[in-house]
């Protein structure tokens, strides 16, 4: 086998408790002039203002715009950029969830190229650098700090839509898993499964030869040597602290160990892309209105049951990356099933929605969302088993209906 791979991040990524602290030097070698993205719930923390006032009292002037909503709708993007225009700024300071992260790199986007976000839909539309953007994550899910990617809400279209690039990735990122600790059992739980989901969809990606045109027509160009490694130590981390930092929110390790993991899951799918849990999540997410990371991880377990016919070896090391075979005795084939049992009940554990109907999609929007999800091509080409019409109608059916064993036909 070619050990071909690729790997695009930030030049550099701080992670530690109290890396926070950090942000002053980095931003000074950075500029002096910075934009900060966030929302009005962080906005309103003393930790923030400590942010802010640390930041200032090095000289660097500060403009922040506190408004950013989830999804990231298309038209507060341009409200962000007009409030900055005259400031201008030399860089832009993303601090929150992940729709802060996109907000900060959607604006670095337009403050420096102009037009319209809709300019810049689908991989390879940004025509060159950016303002260069600092990501200081609060959540442990999207791995937006490490990705390429950006993911917008537009009015104009039922469907989320995304930019991908590498001149989108932050210039660096700096995550501090003491910035968690204040985040909900419920969101602690769609972040994390989302993290696994990247990480999962990731390691089971289809594998590409290694044409050397591949990453310079593709951002996402399925699973490789490198983006191996950073999935696996991300579902390690992520089967052995998950549930606990659901159950404790104030247990700093398991703290850690997620946001670790979501990290190392966006360094991993930030190059091998993701597959059919995230296009099935994209129409039952416009259908429903419910979380990102709750759908793909609804999805997760039918598509790996899906998939298990032509990629049950990968879903064997996954089962090992989750400790399920200490004594290594255990076949393929067995460990497989054993690893998509034990995807189920972790997920179970944290108040996942287990089907399609418990999100709340609709019956008779079962055909529009199986169409809708099959036209997502930079996910489905990336599935390890192809799908069509048929295929995509029977596991959207099985994931409404709850049924494992109807997703693997």
Same mark, same amino acid.
């Given at each position: ?5 690729? @790997? ?7 992670? #530690? ?26 906005? *309103? ?58 907000? *900060? ?23 060159? $650098? ?24 537009? !009015? ?22 003491? @910035?968690?600790?204040?985040? $909900?059992?419920? @969101? ?23 044409? $050397? ?47 670790? #993991? ?20 994209? !129409? ?15 999805? +997760? ?28 005795? *255990? ?24 089907? @399609? ?8 929007? +079962? ?43």
């Amino acid at each position: 086998m070619s050990l071909f791979a690729v @790997l695009r991040l930030p030049r550099e990524i701080l992670f #530690g408790a109290g890396q926070r602290h950090a942000l002053v030097s980095v931003a000074g070698r950075t500029g002096r002039r910075a934009l900060v993205c966030t929302d009005a719930r962080f906005a *309103a923390t003393p930790v923030f203002a400590e942010m802010m006032t640390s930041l200032e009292s090095a000289g660097i002037a500060v403009l922040v715009y506190d408004q950013t909503l989830p999804d990231v709708p298309r038209d507060t993007v341009g409200v962000c950029v007009e409030a900055a225009r005259g400031f201008a700024p030399d860089m832009v300071i993303g601090i929150g969830g992940g729709s802060c992260l996109d907000m *900060a790199k959607c604006a670095s986007l337009l403050l420096t190229h102009g037009g319209g976000l809709g300019d810049y839909y689908g991989e390879f539309k940004v025509p060159g $650098p950016v303002l260069p953007v600092i990501a200081v994550p609060t959540t442990a899910g999207t791995g937006s700090e490490v990705t390429p990617v950006a993911v917008i809400s537009d !009015p104009d279209r039922t469907l989320k839509v995304g930019i991908s690039s590498p001149y989108l990735i932050a210039a660096a990122a700096i995550c501090d898993p003491e @910035l968690t600790l204040s985040c $909900p059992k419920g @969101l602690t739980a769609v972040a994390g499964a989302d993290a696994l989901t990247h990480a999962i969809e990731a390691f089971t990606a289809m594998r590409r030869p290694g044409d $050397p045109e591949l990453a310079q027509q593709h951002v996402f160009i399925g699973k490789s040597d490198l983006s191996d490694q950073f999935a696996l130590h991300a579902i390690r981390l992520l089967g052995r602290s998950l549930e606990k930092a659901f159950a404790d929110g104030s247990d700093i390790e398991a703290r850690a160990d997620v946001m670790m #993991g979501a990290l190392a899951a966006g360094c991993a799918f930030g190059t091998a892309g993701t597959a059919a849990a995230h296009a099935v999540q994209y !129409p039952v997410g416009a259908a429903t209105h419910t979380a990102h990371g709750l759908g793909v991880a609804t999805m +997760l377990p039918y598509v790996m049951t899906y998939n298990r016919r032509v990629a049950s070896a990968e879903i064997a090391v996954v089962g090992r990356a989750l400790g399920l075979d200490p004594e290594g005795g *255990a076949d393929d084939e067995t460990l497989a099933d054993a690893a998509i049992s034990e995807v189920s009940r972790l997920f179970a554990a944290i108040g996942i929605s287990p089907t @399609l109907a418990a999100l709340g999609l609709p019956e008779d929007r +079962l055909d529009w969302t199986a169409e809708q999800a099959l036209g997502i091509g930079r996910l489905i080409k990336n599935n390890p088993r192809s799908l069509d019409s048929a295929s995509m109608g029977g596991l959207v059916r099985a994931a409404f209906d709850g049924d494992l064993a109807a997703s693997a036909l």
